[in-house]
């Protein structure tokens, strides 16, 4: 199993993360202490409101080359403290704002497409063979949808050249998304009142939850696109425009369903969140999202298969991202999608 770093999360209202030679110190209001090497810490999320970070910390994490991410209270990050020996390249920069409207970006937002719905269509049919001797009636159901689903990327991969653009693949994109949450919300159980998926405004608690674990894996795909020197504002899937991080969007689009959707669908049929109404503005409770994180940051440090190696879902997010940029560097290597083995 993996030893890599961890993400430190100081998520507590009133927390105030300091330095104490080479490590943080996490002090809490209530007196706890949370202490932890430098050198084991690979990224630090702080909210927006409510806690602190002191000058020597952010000094001992530029040191040491860790980002500092601000976020709002339901996990989206909006602002970033880097190194400045963190760069990007002008060529790299330059062939990734060309992609934008070329053949080459065409083809890696196929690609996004083409892995998010294989992951999709993946958890399913993974969910489908779990339930042929408890429930066959649902197995058949999501087998049902699985095989619409791989009709709809069968569609997308034979797509010509010329085909291929921005409202083709959404489109796409939007009817297995249909067919997905339709076969999500046979999964969940009815104790949950899970009907559809929303996005802005959700307030129900499994949609405010999926919300707050996408706002998580958004972090780490941050991470893992600025490293390599990417422009995270610059996609091919998305269109860009003012504030939108399109690049990071693109990017998530494969790891949704591996990274969030199966460890949070996990906490839900193992009936491990409580039934409550979700708050204002669909945040969730303290217990709630620090149930999230644990189960997402358990997800991202487990051992996968990524070629012919064994390694963490993190270590694979920021392979995707290497990949993303060497393709745009030397369109001759093709990007390839992340394909979960479930």
């Keep these: 199993m993996s030893t890599s770093k961890v993400t430190l999360y100081v998520t507590e209202f009133g927390a105030t993360l300091r330095k104490r030679g080479n490590r943080f110190l996490v002090l809490e209001e209530g007196g706890d202490k949370q202490e932890i090497a430098a050198c084991d810490v690979n990224r630090i999320i702080v909210p927006t409101r409510g806690s602190s970070i002191s000058t020597d910390a952010i000094f001992l994490a530029l040191e040491n ?3 500092v991410l601000m976020a709002h209270r339901n996990g989206k990050p909006v602002g970033r403290i880097a190194s400045l020996l963190e760069h990007g390249t002008t060529a790299l920069r330059q062939a990734q704002y060309e992609a934008i409207s070329n053949e080459v970006g065409r083809g890696i937002a196929r690609k996004f497409i083409m892995g998010k719905i ?9 969910r489908a063979l779990n339930r042929k001797e408890s429930s066959p009636l649902l197995a058949k159901e999501l087998d049902s949808i699985v095989s619409k689903m791989r009709g709809i990327l069968n569609t997308v991969e034979s797509l010509s050249d010329s085909e ?7 489109g796409a994109e939007g009817s297995a998304a249909s067919l997905y949450w339709s076969g999500i919300a046979k999964i969940i159980p009815e104790r949950y009142s899970f009907e559809e998926r929303e996005t802005r405004g959700a307030k129900d608690l499994v949609n405010s939850m999926l919300n707050y674990g996408y706002a998580i894996l ?3 795909v941050l991470v893992a696109v600025t490293e390599v020197g990417l422009d995270p504002f610059a996609g ?14 693109d990017a998530m689009e494969e790891m949704r369903p591996v990274a969030v959707d199966a460890p949070l669908l996990n906490l839900l049929v193992r009936k491990q969140i409580p039934v409550y109404e979700s708050q204002a503005e669909g945040r969730l409770d303290k217990t709630t999202r620090q149930t999230i994180v644990e189960s997402l940051t358990e997800k991202l440090e487990s ?5 012919e190696e064994r390694t963490t879902l993190r270590r694979v997010i ?6 993303l940029a060497s393709s745009l560097r ?3 290597q093709d990007f390839s999608y992340y394909k979960a083995r479930w």
Excluded: M, T, W
């Design 236 to 249: 091919f899937l998305h269109s860009p425009r003012p504030g939108r991080p399109s690049c990071i969007l």
């Design 65 to 67: 080359r860790i980002p």
């Design 118 to 126: 294989i992951n999709q269509s993946g958890l399913l049919a993974r």
């Design 330 to 332: 030397s369109p001759q």
């Design 318 to 323: 920021a392979k995707q991202a290497q990949l």
């Design 218 to 220: 958004r972090s780490e």
């Design 303 to 307: 051992e996968v298969v990524y070629g």
């Design 164 to 170: 291929v653009s921005r409202d083709s693949l959404r």
